[in-house]
């Protein structure tokens, strides 16, 4: 492989994206499983893994953060330095947690050191999927940006096949004692060796064709966030209202699940994370499958909206099939929404980016990312622990049913210009 060769560039996306979910993801994990008994203090049943939960919000308000930051130099310096820092920061803030005291050892600075470092990884994931999305689609061939645009997003279901894998393995090697006391600890620690592989692959990159181009014809804008929300806002409203299903039907699926299969229904950590494990793979099946049917028939917001209708028809069986106990039936719910997450999320690298000028495309996509993620899961697992408290799962259905049906509104009201970097809101 030499130069930005296809093969390096696809890599270099999909490694990218899969070390940093990876790190997001065995947070996830974690928080569902440990961190509420480990960094907080007990009080009324229930409420350590609330506090928990709460944790993984705080990534969420970071992202839009970094993505202004890692914007702003994305859009200004090129795409293969800013992608770099991306992926340092999110690295150093997940091996960091390896090494953090509990509350029962350092008190209040326990859980005030962990939501600091929940922050960086926000933070450093902020800018990396925007990075990657646009390293993928800025080098794809005519009528190839979905099936390009899909290497970065089937890094999220191999991140969590890793984590969750990890996981698993260690819940089989050590004692529930050693996996509570330190085992827990070894994902995160074993971060460093990932980031090092991804690091190697991304510094052998050049700038993307399209970014040189844009920076040939005229010099970057100055602040590229202020152009953006001048001349682009309702396109940035339009893709972050879109990409909102997403976010809430993974987190429902994913952390949520992961929690109320373990601690409510009284299935084992080792089932329920084999039963993810599987079901991830329909999450893969489902990019594939939209990333093909955008370029050869469809158009990204097609399958996205076809996506958003299977997303509220999901949610009203979540309760009969998730709440019934049963491997099978959780595994048969939890495969069928991870398939639909897959067709609203698969899309997603080559919709967004194509929403806005190469000149503020790593902002413009990097920001209606993460601040759907802020709206359609930074507060998910907390919401749905409230909600199924009070309610059970019918409620969590209709949350996620809702969320999507958000998507579906700003979907159906977008529609594409002449240009397929312009798009404005019908009214």
């Known amino acids: ?54 944790t993984l919000a705080v990534a969420f308000f970071a ?14 310096i090129g795409r ?17 947690i390896a090494v953090l005291p509990g509350y029962a050892q350092a008190g209040i600075w326990a859980p005030v050191l962990l939501c600091l470092l929940r922050f960086g990884q926000g933070f450093g994931l902020g ?11 800025e080098h794809a061939p005519p009528g190839w940006r979905a099936r390009y645009g899909m290497a970065p997003q089937l890094g999220a279901p191999a991140g969590f096949i890793a984590a969750n894998g990890l996981f698993l393995v260690l819940g089989g090697a050590l004692s529930p004692a050693q996996f509570h006391d330190w085992g827990w600890r070894l994902p995160f620690a074993l971060s460093a060796l990932l980031v090092i592989v991804g690091l190697y692959i991304r510094l052998k990159l050049t700038e993307t064709p399209e970014f040189a181009a844009a920076l040939a014809e005229a010099p970057p804008p100055a602040v590229p966030f202020a152009e953006l929300v001048r001349h682009h ?11 909102i299903a997403c976010f809430a039907l993974y987190y429902v699926a994913t952390a949520f699940a992961l929690g109320y299969g373990t601690k409510t229904l009284g299935l084992s950590m080792t089932t329920m994370l084999q039963i993810q494990l599987g079901a991830i793979l329909f999450m893969a099946a489902g990019i594939v499958v939209a990333a093909w049917a955008a370029d050869a028939r469809w158009d990204e917001r097609r399958v996205l909206g076809a996506g958003c209708v299977g997303v509220i028809g999901i949610g009203f069986v979540m309760e009969p099939l998730m709440g019934s106990g049963s491997p099978a039936l959780v595994f048969a719910y939890l495969a ?49 622990q409230g909600l199924a408290m009070r309610g059970g799962l019918t409620l969590v259905g209709l949350y996620g049913s809702a969320a999507a049906a958000l998507s579906l509104v700003a979907l159906l009201m977008l529609r594409s210009e002449e240009s397929p970097a312009t798009v404005a809101l019908e009214v």
């Open 1 to 54: 492989m030499t130069g930005n060769s296809p093969r390096r560039v696809l890599l270099a996306s999909f490694m990218g994206t899969t070390i940093e979910f990876y790190d997001f993801y065995i947070y996830s994990t974690a928080a569902a499983l440990v961190l509420g008994e480990l960094f907080f203090p007990r009080s009324a049943p229930g409420t350590q893994q609330l506090a928990a939960f709460a």
């Open 63 to 76: 992202r839009p953060i970094g993505a202004a930051f890692f914007g702003h130099f994305g859009d200004r």
């Open 80 to 96: 293969k330095s800013t992608l770099v820092a991306s992926l340092l920061t999110m690295g150093l803030s997940t091996v960091l």
């Open 127 to 137: 800018g990396e999927w925007g990075g990657a999305a646009l390293l993928a689609v």
């Open 233 to 243: 806002g309702r396109a940035l409203a339009g893709g972050t209202v879109g990409a």
């Open 336 to 384: 069928a929404a991870l398939f639909l997450m897959g067709l609203v999320y698969g899309p997603l690298a080559a919709w967004l980016p194509g929403l806005f000028p190469p000149r503020v495309r790593y902002t413009g996509a990097s920001m209606a990312f993460n601040v759907a993620g802020v709206l359609g899961g930074g507060l998910t697992p907390l919401v749905a």
